[in-house]
């Protein structure tokens, strides 16, 4: 364990500190790889901080926003005297709140004292609590660490649903060459952040880092990955250089991404200057998915992910998913950890998954009176034929019972899923990858004799199979699919309560639907089996070719779910971001990020309605697609207007209660103004029938 005493830090029970085992880190080395940005020291007293400042959202409770921020600093060029770093607040607007015993109260400055809740490779990840009382007007906190630079985060009113911003696939595949994108989505969110309304939350919905470089940028685990015969993969040993050669590739994977944007590949590097500022910008709650790990797992056979050497590195990605983006720390025994209880937005399954052997971890947290927010965890116990356990679904369902009784406001749920669950089917091909066809071109492509990237390597299968049985409607993940979607309708018939969908994973924009039979007559509004599937994916990682975009759309059909349900993908992209025609209107295959916000009272807040296809006098039905005003031509604005207006798709009602629902598309790759073109659908809040 490390040594104590080389740290110039006070060790007490106001600050408990938790010290890594593993390698033994000389006092006063940088292990910081040389390919990373450099850092300087800041503030006063100056710190050396590597990454962050990372904002995360938990809650509000009786009112008061909690949350946390983290630093992650180098030891031996900072200096810590005389108590460590110190974050202040100064909060801008109406102010006036009830006193708080937990809050430091200097005029309108609230200070906060950073809690060392991790330390590895002399450097210590700082965590500041936040608490800040909410009241009838919005406020900005403006943030310093140590009087250094100055950062800033939006408050809602106490009454207030919340302006929110999803995104997904943030990062670049391994093959990616980052050089075919000049553009950044992140500068383009910032802008809607800045000069529109600011966004309060922002949900990370899988994927907030790509982690298959391990493969290539490591020693032994790529000598595990290079050897061919399955077998030895199998029995291999999780050996304890492996493990600390993971520890520190993910360690400053993460450092390089979340601190700096940086990111190198085999075909070139890439600095996403944005994506810091945006981190320290808008509080963040993220849930993980397969590249936050490494690609694909969860998803290989049963002998393959009980491989020694896979699961000890979904165990290695777990710790530092858990450090890094939900700023605490649990080691593999569950016995050192930061936090003595577990916070209140955590939904905890009964028992540990069957390769990361941790609970799994949903989140259920409030984003404002009307609206709630569910982040399902489907990687901690996903297996080639399960998503979510049974007793994890019964956890999360009386979790949502609870809350609806104790909010009886709420008007809508947000549900973080991942992977589209309403989505064009591939079941066809994933039987014909798997069939005894493949078994002699599978076999030439192992031995390297043809087509040697047609298979993944892992365990020899068909290298696009993993995606494939990540889908909730492969063969091994349908029957769970189907159940969950009808438990998520009772539910919403039960509560009341809209539920809308997010997920991401697939590279491309779209918005699938469920919702009751045509035959049953039965109006948005007043149908509790409407659930859209908002699809925004990827805000870095490059999209499918058109080519496979078109082809998917080929296979969109009508589906139906027993007893009353359909499905089907919304034609909301009639027209491309330069306003021309699209013969495909089901999914666009351009980078994306979403924007969802509170649809209020027009005469009271016009400035809303700059998203209701640009009027004021906004209609009270509208139809999914382009925001007109946002195209450049009046000409392509008026032929847009007419298209949606004699378009067949459903219209959705226009009025306080609804939500709108903005995927921000990029117009051009190669622009570095990352300007963006929005397609809207409402989502109708639930309503009565008379």
């Known amino acids: 364990m490390d040594n104590p005493t080389s740290y110039n830090i006070p060790l007490s029970k106001e600050h408990p500190t938790i010290y890594q085992e593993g390698v033994p880190a000389e006092p006063n080395t940088s292990y910081a790889p040389a390919f990373l940005p450099l850092t300087t020291d800041i503030g006063n007293p100056s710190i050396d901080i590597k990454c962050g400042p990372l904002l995360r959202f938990l809650g509000i409770d009786d009112a008061v926003w909690r949350g946390s921020v983290l630093i992650v600093v180098q030891d031996h060029t900072s200096n810590y005297e005389p108590h460590g770093p110190e974050m202040v607040i100064t909060l801008t607007g109406n102010t006036e709140n009830n006193h708080q015993p937990q809050l430091k109260q200097e005029g309108r400055d609230l200070s906060f004292a950073g809690q060392p809740i991790y330390r590895a490779q002399n450097l210590t990840f700082w965590r500041f609590n936040i608490q800040i009382p909410l009241n009838a007007s919005s406020q900005v906190a403006h943030y310093c660490i140590n009087h250094g630079k100055n950062f800033k985060f939006h408050l809602p009113r106490v009454d207030e649903t919340m302006n929110v911003m999803t995104h997904s696939c943030n990062g670049f595949s391994f093959g990616a060459n980052p050089a075919d994108f000049q553009g950044q989505l992140w500068k383009d969110v910032l ?57 520190s590739f993910y360690l400053w994977h993460y450092i390089g991404w979340f601190g700096a944007g940086f990111w190198r590949g085999p ?40 491989a020694p050497v896979l699961a000890g590195i979904g165990n290695v990605a777990w710790k530092f998913y858990m ?81 609806v009784q104790h909010n009886p406001q709420m008007k809508h749920l947000l549900v973080m899923l991942g992977v589209p669950i309403a989505y064009p089917r591939l079941v066809w091909l994933e039987r014909l990858l798997t069939s005894h066809i493949m078994y002699p071109v599978k076999a030439l492509a192992r031995k390297g004799i043809a087509l040697s990237g047609m298979v993944n390597q892992f365990d020899g299968a068909v290298e696009v199979l993993d995606d494939l049985n990540d889908h909730w409607c492969s063969e091994g993940h349908k029957k769970e699919r189907n159940a969950l979607i009808l438990r998520l309708q009772e539910f919403s018939q039960q509560s009341g309560v809209r539920i809308t969908i997010l997920s991401g994973d697939v590279h491309l924009a779209g918005v699938g639907r469920f919702s009751s039979k045509k035959k049953l007559n039965i109006a948005p509004e007043h149908d509790h089996r409407l659930m859209l599937n908002i699809i925004t994916s990827a805000i870095v990682n490059e999209p499918p070719p058109v080519q496979v975009a078109d082809f998917l759309n080929k296979r969109d059909k009508v589906h139906k779910l027993k007893p009353n349900t359909e499905e089907s993908m919304v034609r909301i992209f009639t027209h491309d971001v330069d306003g021309t025609h699209r013969n495909n209107q089901t999914l666009l295959p351009r980078r994306n990020w979403c924007s969802i916000t509170p649809i209020v009272d027009v005469s009271a807040a016009p400035s809303q309605n700059t998203e209701v296809n640009g009027s004021i006098n906004a209609p009270s039905m509208i139809k999914p697609g382009p925001i007109a005003n946002q195209l450049e031509s009046r000409a392509i604005v ?26 921000h598309v990029e117009k051009n790759r190669m622009d570095d103004n990352s300007t963006t073109q929005g397609y809207q659908i409402l989502v109708p809040a639930l309503e009565k029938t008379a």
């Open 323 to 403: 450090l890094f983006q939900h700023q605490t720390f649990i080691d593999e025994t569950g016995v050192n950890r930061s936090d003595p209880r577990e916070d209140s937005s955590w939904i905890i399954s009964p028992t540990p998954g069957p390769y990361i052997k941790q609970k799994s971890r949903s989140i259920y947290t409030n984003l404002g009176n009307t609206m709630g927010y569910l982040a399902l965890d489907c990687r901690t116990e996903r297996k080639h034929d399960l998503v979510v356990a049974n007793d994890s679904y019964k956890v999360v369902f009386e979790r949502l019972t609870q809350e």
């Open 191 to 247: 802008r809607h952040h800045s000069e529109l309304s600011p966004y309060h939350v922002m949900l990370g919905g899988g994927d907030q880092i790509y982690c298959d470089s391990v493969k290539e940028y490591t020693e032994y685990f790529k000598k595990w990955v290079e050897t061919g015969h399955t077998l030895r993969k199998d029995k291999a040993p999780f050996t304890k250089e492996m493990k600390q050669e993971l520890e």
């Open 638 to 663: 008026s032929e847009v207007q007419n298209n949606n207006a004699s378009s067949s798709e459903i219209a959705y009602t226009n009025k306080p209660g609804a939500l709108s629902v903005v995927i």
């Open 267 to 306: 075909k070139g590097t890439t600095l996403q200057t944005y994506l810091p500022v945006a981190l320290a910008s808008i509080p963040s709650v993220n849930m993980f998915d397969d590249h936050d790990i490494i690609d694909g797992f969860g998803s290989y056979i049963e002998r393959t992910m009980s």
